[in-house]
């Protein structure tokens, strides 16, 4: 699978810290987002970036933070400040208003213990 | 915003069934309704998908209907198969928009 890459697939996170989950695109897509999945309810929209250096909230964006330095690179930081933050996290990357097809990455399963 | 809605959150079929996912949006400006279909444990990937200029399109046993008038699209897949067994996402986005707005889902259950 190549075009987008998160990385680790797995993480376990002890109580009060943080955690970064990476995401690099090959694909030039000018659109990065990150999605929270858990059962139920489907995918929930934390930050999206449509530029470098640029980035907005989405509906979930509390204890979390993100970075767009590279267009090809939207890592996203489980601060602790995030009181839930067991949960399968998208990484997704768009090219364009008028593209079409969302890519998304393997996925982070991320679990606080 | 965009506000998708999709039901049932759980589908059981037996397989050669047809079966029916619905989703319903409210920004009457959205225009490119996808569908993401997710395997156990891996990333959701595009199956079909439908501009607003269109009122359906089909994919071999994959099709899907857009009723822009109600703000409703639907899922149709005939002779189910197991391997069909997954859970399916609607998304609806406004022109201009990068942002899809994806509803809650579907598990889709296709027994042997």
């Known amino acids: 699978d190549g075009g987008i890459t998160q990385s680790p697939k797995y993480l376990f996170r002890k109580e009060g810290q943080n955690v970064t989950l990476s995401c690099e695109q090959n694909?030039?897509?000018?659109?990065m987002y990150w999605y929270r999945q858990d059962p139920g309810q489907g995918l929930r929209l934390i930050y999206y970036?449509?530029?470098?250096?640029?980035?907005q909230k989405g509906d979930i964006a509390e204890g979390y933070s993100v970075s767009r330095e590279k267009k090809e690179s939207f890592p996203l930081t489980v601060t602790s400040a995030q009181k839930n933050p067991t949960a399968f996290y998208l990484c997704?990357?768009?090219?364009?208003?008028?593209?079409?097809?969302?890519?998304f990455g393997q996925g982070t399963r991320l679990t606080v213990v | 915003g965009e506000n998708v809605e999709q039901h049932p959150s759980t589908l059981s079929v037996q397989e050669g069934d047809s079966a029916v996912i619905k989703c319903t949006y409210s920004?009457?400006?959205?225009?490119?309704f996808p569908w993401y279909k997710q395997e156990l444990g891996k990333r959701p990937q595009l199956i079909i998908d439908?501009?607003?200029?269109?009122g359906e399109k089909k994919d071999q046993r994959i099709a899907v209907t857009l009723n822009k008038t109600a703000k409703h699209f639907s899922l149709h897949i005939t002779e189910t198969q197991p391997e069909d067994s997954a859970v399916y996402f609607c998304?609806?986005?406004?022109?201009?928009?990068?942002?899809?707005?994806f509803g809650r889902g579907t598990s889709l259950i296709v027994h042997p």
């Open positions: 970036s449509q530029i470098v250096n640029d980035f």
């Open positions: 998304a609806a986005r406004p022109g201009g928009s990068y942002i899809p707005t």
């Open positions: 920004d009457s400006a959205s225009n490119y």
């Open positions: 439908i501009r607003s200029n269109v």
């Open positions: 997704a990357s768009i090219t364009s208003p008028q593209g079409t097809e969302a890519f």
């Open positions: 694909l030039n897509h000018d659109a």
